[in-house]
Nanobody, 131 residues
């Protein structure tokens, strides 16, 4: 059974940085994608970025491009989301999630990740950007 544990959320001032971590375990299929999502109060959950193990592809939502970077540390089975130049509108509960497949192409990251495509979720970590 896949387990995902997020950490790294905090209160930060506008313009600051945070690095979120997603420790993953229990993958059962050959290929997987890890997506980062966020949900602000009263809003729908939205995709922020994804990473694919099949080809190393990554994708960023427009709101994240140029400011966020997703990366993987294989040795630690952890995917990171480095967030720079944070804005108040980045505030929300950040989740990592995964989807798996025996087919590499199924988990490539070629568009903004959609929550309905992901099957296993972490508990979330809170990011608050405020002065």
């Amino acid at each position: 059974q896949v387990q995902l544990v997020e950490s790294g959320g905090n209160l930060v001032q506008p313009g600051g940085s945070l690095r979120l971590s997603c420790a993953a375990s229990g993958f059962t299929l050959d290929y997987y994608a890890i997506g980062w999502f966020r949900q602000a109060p009263g809003k729908e959950r939205e995709g922020v970025s994804c990473f694919s193990s099949s080809d190393g592809s990554t994708y960023y939502a427009d709101s994240a491009k140029g400011r966020f970077t997703i990366s993987r540390d294989n040795a630690k089975s952890t995917v990171y989301l480095q967030m720079n130049s944070l804005k108040p509108e980045d505030t929300g509960l950040y989740y990592c999630a995964t989807r798996q497949s025996r087919v590499a192409a199924v988990v490539e990251c070629s568009s903004t990740p959609q929550p309905r495509q992901y099957h296993d979720w972490g508990q979330g970590t809170q990011v608050t950007v405020s002065s």
